[in-house]
């Protein structure tokens, strides 16, 4: 089995995007939710995206945005990827795609395997399943239940989050087989600040899938 791709999220800073980007990672995700403590100015996305245009997927988070809100950031930030974060329905994502033209993630916090049957709904490119803590949105840190993805049947590829560190993801890839893992606090030293020694850590980690036991 391929090694699955490694999605690095929250990133604020250029360095740390094309750091991330030299280590092998898969797309770099900016996050445009103003309650984030790791909101990415416009400014600073436009600058990811020029440089890493066509070296990597440039990822847009949003929460509840309005469909205007997300095509300007998307065309200014040259985004591939628009992951909805908030409780977005399937048609709107559906408008989301065809506005853009980028690939979609629709985005969940489980709280149990009735998060997985709603998930079911979206026919986005990506589904994304996210530890939950209550009021947050995304980047919580905070893995969930590996195994009620046992139960999962859709055949929609996977992105694994929650929790993820250098030292468990091995043991998520090994258990789940994500086509993509997705972190943000486990490599950090502060809300989007990312060390690039985690992440390197990370996807060695992620790429020798090497369990101890």
Excluded at 19 to 47: K, Q, T
């Amino acid at each position: 089995m391929d090694s699955p791709r490694i999605k690095i999220c929250g990133v604020t800073r250029l360095e740390d995007a094309q750091a991330a980007v030299e280590l092998g990672a898969w797309a770099v995700g900016m996050v445009f939710y103003e309650h984030s403590p790791r909101l990415c100015s416009l400014a600073d996305a436009e600058l990811i995206g020029a440089a890493l245009h066509r070296r990597a997927e440039i990822a847009g988070v949003f929460v509840n945005s309005t469909l205007e809100q997300i095509a300007d950031v998307s065309e200014r930030a040259g985004l591939t990827l628009v992951q909805l974060h908030g409780d977005e329905g399937p048609s709107f994502a559906g408008e989301v795609a065809r506005r853009t033209g980028a690939r979609t993630i629709k985005a969940a916090a489980v709280r149990g395997a009735e998060t997985l049957q709603d998930l079911a709904r979206f026919h986005t490119d990506f589904h994304l399943l996210d530890g939950y803590t209550a009021g947050l949105r995304g980047g919580t840190g905070e893995r969930f239940d590996w195994t009620l993805l046992e139960s999962r049947r859709s055949k929609v590829p996977l992105i694994l989050s929650g929790g993820l560190t250098p030292g468990n993801v091995a043991e998520a890839i090994a258990q789940v087989h994500p086509y993509a893992v997705d972190v943000a606090s486990g490599v950090e030293s502060a809300p989007g600040i990312k060390d690039h020694e985690l992440m390197r850590a990370l996807i060695e980690a992620a790429a020798t899938r090497e369990v101890s036991v």
